[in-house]
């Protein structure tokens, strides 16, 4: 058990015990009726904004978070630590939410958070007797794109594309004084939804770095494996999207043309 579980549950069985004595109104608490379940909640500052919470990045205090299901409906806020103790619950299915009536965050932008960031600030947890839940939301700078300049198809134009499904499409991302192309983090790339292809057993993804255009700055050239259909068939532009490994974005735009399947 980490210390930091190990504080949370002796707080919590205090704070249990005073609960039981009595409510704020003075009636004895229905014990039949309360669970002894916890949720532990915590909101941090993600100060580079890369999703995970490093040394020194602190907690986010007087920030709203709303508990809902098993019939329960209640808020709280943290404390200046950036935690928030759930205590008394019963088994079941809760939802969270970061209300954040304050406006604590107000700026900042969510990069990290327990079931995913595709739903941002919500966490749904399934809550059952064992450890105690330690739920997470991280909010950090809000980033602006590095704006790369990038070839699909390097060194031929106009970029025309089977996107049957067979073989990979190259792209050139250029290095500039703005991008250090050797820090992008080659698992988010994308070209319209499309990921950069793997080969061997050990899935080596494919790219490699050359000054392409003899700047001085290294450039990155990826081969994304074809998808058929992954285009539309009047997309006259494709983007590459990515990150840095600090989470800073990445994009680049470059024309293309589509060749029907059977114009080969
Ligand atoms: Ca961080
Ligand atoms: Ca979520
Ligand atoms: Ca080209
Ligand atoms: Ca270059």
Redesign the pocket.
């Known amino acids: 058990m980490t210390q930091r579980l190990g504080f949370v549950l002796a707080l919590a069985a205090v704070l249990v015990l005073a609960a039981c004595s009595q409510k704020l109104d003075g009636s004895p608490v229905d014990i039949e009726t309360q669970g002894s379940l916890i949720i532990a909640v915590t909101v941090w500052n993600d100060i580079d904004g890369d999703g995970f919470r490093d040394i020194g990045e602190p907690g986010l205090g007087n920030v709203s978070v709303r508990l809902t299901g098993e019939s329960l409906d209640t808020s709280g806020s943290t404390s200046a630590g950036g935690d928030l103790l759930f205590l008394s619950l019963n088994p079941g299915l809760y939802q969270l939410e970061v209300t954040d009536t304050a406006g604590v965050l107000a700026g900042l932008t969510p990069t990290f958070d327990s079931d995913g960031i595709a739903t941002p600030g919500q966490v749904t947890v399934d809550l059952t007797d064992g450890e105690p839940p330690q739920i997470e939301f991280g909010y950090g700078p809000f980033l602006a794109a590095i704006e790369a300049v990038i070839d699909i198809k390097p060194g031929s134009d106009p970029n025309c594309i089977n996107n049957n499904g067979h073989g990979a499409i190259p792209v050139a991302i ?3 004084d703005l991008l250090d192309v050797t820090e992008i983090d080659l698992t988010l790339l994308s070209l319209e939804g499309l990921t950069v292809r793997t080969v061997g057993q050990k899935n080596k993804l494919q790219a490699h770095y ?10 990155l050239v990826v081969q994304f494996e074809d998808v058929a259909g992954a285009f539309d068939a009047s997309a006259s532009t494709a983007t590459v999207t990515g990150a840095l490994f600090d989470g800073r974005p990445v994009v680049g735009t470059d024309t293309i043309c589509l060749t029907p399947a059977n114009d080969r």
Not at 210 to 219: K, R, V
């Open positions: 250029f290095g500039s050359a000054d392409l255009d003899a700047d001085n700055n290294e450039d």
